[in-house]
């Protein structure tokens, strides 16, 4: 087209992303602050730029080596890809299975792309084969990430209530999709400029007008919440709440977490509230800050609260700090003889039980370990539990041949499965695993 190697379908979506860029462009000089928008405006100029230099060639006319031309469009072409994945991952807070964090996704992808693209293509100069050597690890970590996408994105879409919330999981589930799709597209079509470029243009267009409806949905909330504020027609603090539930899609559960955290209830207290074991409530605390982009309670107190700071600041001052100083201090010094004399190894220990033993109450046990072990009380006893197990696999030959459920009793857990899952969730490993890693004598 235009004398150019540029397919009509590919001048078209260039035509969009165009005005795209142009539109995102200004919002984001009207708002510099906003990091969601800078990695939209990235992805967008990243997308321009593939649909440009992928579309112009290879071409004879322009005056540089086709080898070249070719190592541009692909080395474009794959940051794109791996811009595209990062940006999902971001924008959906999507939580990685094992080894497939984004970290970990990026430096295989371009650690392959020079091992077995760049190199073979430069030493052959055979774009097919290098291309097709290349192709076969993008599409098994594309296998593997769908299968994380899928978890964690049906998983988030049943729990969410908010429409709007779930429209904007269906566009990234779509986005990713064709990202996955783009390697099995490449391998199977070749250098088909139509079908690649539409393939995984899809992705991106899905995206984009998601984004772009998420940012009027904001403006609508923003516009209403502001109207009232000037007709000063409710409470100022319950309009807040309101629009960032409406603003963030929190389900019913967190936000009556959420209110009773602005109330400064402890995790121990709203567990008892709600009828919510306190991990469930922690696990939801989290969810909550993750959809909301913050790091802690202050930081929601100061975005909900408007008015009377003096007394939001006490709020903030009252739930970080309601235990004394000094019972604090006792009951840390009680849990460091607790950890000396391995009190974590007794079968069935629950938090009450060491309240007595300690002589306090469960509430400033519950917070002490939550504020000073950055654990709820289960964790906490696991954790100490399994640290024991290791010290004692390494110095002990013997117990080197113990099965999972000797082990497990011989460190107070009450069956292999709950030990398995707590030596896991700190080794990253299977006991079977580890043990396997350790020499018998």
């Not at 200004?26 to 992805?43: G, H, M």
């Not at 690890?137 to 964690?152: E, K, T, V």
């Not at 009232?228 to 936000?255: C, P």
């Amino acid at each position: 087209m235009l004398g150019t190697e540029i397919h009509i379908t590919t001048f078209i979506y260039l035509i969009f992303q165009a005005l795209i860029l142009s539109f995102q462009l200004i919002y984001f000089l009207l708002k510099p602050d906003s990091k969601s928008r800078l990695r939209f405006l990235i992805l967008t100029l990243l997308f321009f730029l593939y649909n440009t230099i992928s579309g112009l060639v290879p071409d004879q006319n322009i005056p540089i080596r086709i080898l070249y031309q070719n190592i541009i469009a692909w080395t474009i072409g794959i940051s794109t890809a791996i811009y595209f994945l990062y940006f999902i991952y971001n924008e959906h807070n999507i939580k990685p299975i094992r080894f497939l964090n984004i970290k970990n996704i990026i430096y295989s992808l371009v650690l392959s792309f020079i091992i077995l693209f760049l190199l073979p293509y430069i030493i052959t100069e055979n774009l097919s084969l290098s291309r097709n050597i290349f192709l076969v690890l993008p599409i098994f970590l594309a296998l593997g990430c769908l299968i994380n996408i899928i978890l964690f994105l049906t998983k988030d879409y049943i729990a969410s209530k908010n429409l709007h919330y779930k429209y904007r999981i269906l566009s990234g589930g779509i986005g990713m999709m064709s990202i996955l799709a783009l390697p099995l597209v490449i391998l199977i079509c070749g250098d088909n400029q139509p079908i690649e470029h539409s393939a995984f243009s899809a992705g991106y267009f899905a995206v984009a007008l998601s984004y772009v409806r998420h940012q009027i949905h904001n403006s609508k909330i923003e516009q209403k919440l502001l109207s009232k504020l000037q007709k000063g027609s409710a409470n100022t603090n319950s309009l807040r709440h309101n629009y960032i539930i409406d603003l963030y899609g929190l389900s019913s559960v967190e936000r009556e977490i959420m209110l009773l955290m602005i109330k400064g209830y402890d995790y121990y207290k709203i567990s008892n509230e709600i009828y919510l074991s306190e991990e469930t409530v922690l696990k939801h605390v989290s969810n909550i800050f993750r959809k909301i982009k913050i790091k802690n309670r202050a930081e929601l107190i100061s975005l909900i609260t408007t008015e009377n700071k003096e007394k939001s600041n006490q709020v903030i001052n009252n739930s970080q700090n309601e235990i004394p100083k000094n019972i604090a201090d006792e009951i840390l010094e009680a849990l460091n003889n607790f950890e000396e004399t391995k009190g974590f190894l007794k079968k069935g220990l629950s938090i009450k039980e060491l309240a007595n033993k300690l002589k306090t109450n469960t509430k400033y046990l519950s917070k002490t370990i939550n504020d000073h072990k950055n654990l709820n009380f289960n964790t906490y006893i696991n954790q100490l539990r399994i640290n024991y197990t290791i010290k004692l696999l390494q110095s002990n030959t013997k117990l080197r041949n113990y099965n999972v459920k000797h082990l497990a009793e011989e460190v107070g857990f009450n069956n292999a499965e709950a030990f398995s899952r707590a030596f896991r969730k700190v080794t990253e490993k299977k006991p079977s695993e580890y043990l396997k890693e350790l020499p018998k004598k």
